[in-house]
């Protein structure tokens, strides 16, 4: 009688060498190596030139020098501001840039000394024709609703207040501004040419804005300001002072819920 074939893949109960020769064999060991420095090194190589391109190109750090953006931003306010949104940063390269609205805040270079960063927001955009009266915006005639924009008590200032003014120039006015916004007054509104953007602090009566300097160039602009991320309170020193004049006892309250605002800590910037 002959013996069925096996068919593939099939295995052989009995007389299997394979299997007798398997049994015979000793237990193999697997060894386990704890993982070295190298690959760690690696990771952590990875890990900085992600956050160097996202500095780089994506986001970057800033700090709030001044109150003129008040209450928007405050005095010792930490931002992440969006590079993206720069209308010339090499971001948009890669992913389309944002156009620049009326109402955007954003961060840019000083015209007047670009080392220096300044944050103000977008009023006026290039062909609209601008005026204030008491204060307040009017675009192509129509007054522009500003919700964020604060009026506090102040001397009368009609260079200020009733913008563009050509009777009397302020001592704070840029010379070379001065010059230049005479020749862009048409019927008593300035108009803002092509590739610049005016702009306004919301703390509008204690503000050193486009009134004074002249336009922002759109290769100055840096970014938009996406959210606080930690806020100082800068009249920390002030109270303790106060404090201790006073002879006011602080008791257990911690100190670290005095030197920073909880309540401003990644807050959306709009």
């Known amino acids: ?44 190589i990875a890990i900085i030139v992600v956050a160097v391109f996202i500095l780089s190109f994506t986001v970057q750090p800033f700090r709030i020098p001044s ?23 090499l971001g948009s390269l890669v992913l389309p840039s944002p156009a620049i609205h009326r109402g955007d805040v954003i961060v840019f270079h000083f015209p007047v000394d670009p080392e220096t960063h300044l944050v103000k927001r977008v009023v006026g955009v290039p062909g609209d024709r601008i005026r204030l009266r008491g204060g307040h915006v009017l675009i192509n005639g129509l007054r522009l609703n500003e919700p964020y924009a604060v009026y506090r008590v102040s001397a009368p200032d009609n260079f200020r207040d009733n913008f563009p003014r050509l009777q009397n120039a302020d001592p704070a006015i840029n010379s070379h501004w001065w010059i ?46 996406l959210l606080i991320y930690f806020s100082l309170n800068q009249a920390d020193e002030d109270e303790d002072a106060v404090s201790r004049t006073a002879g006011v006892i602080w008791g257990n309250r911690p100190r670290t819920s005095r030197f920073a605002r909880w309540n401003r800590v990644f807050r959306i910037i709009r």
């Open 67 to 89: 109150g003129s953006m008040e209450p928007t931003l405050m005095v010792g306010d930490f931002l992440l501001v969006d590079k993206q949104f720069a209308a010339d940063s």
């Open 180 to 225: 230049r916004m005479r020749k862009l007054i048409d019927n008593g509104e300035l108009i803002v040419p092509a590739g610049s953007y005016f702009v306004l602090g919301d703390n509008r009566n204690d503000s050193e804005d486009s009134r004074y300097w002249g336009f922002v160039p759109s290769e100055n602009i840096i970014g938009r300001p």
């Open 1 to 44: 009688m002959s013996t069925p074939a096996l068919s593939p893949g099939s295995v052989s109960r009995e007389g299997d060498p394979a299997q007798h020769a398997g049994s015979a064999q000793s237990p193999r060991f697997h060894h386990h190596h704890a993982p070295g420095v190298l690959p760690a090194v690696q990771s952590l």
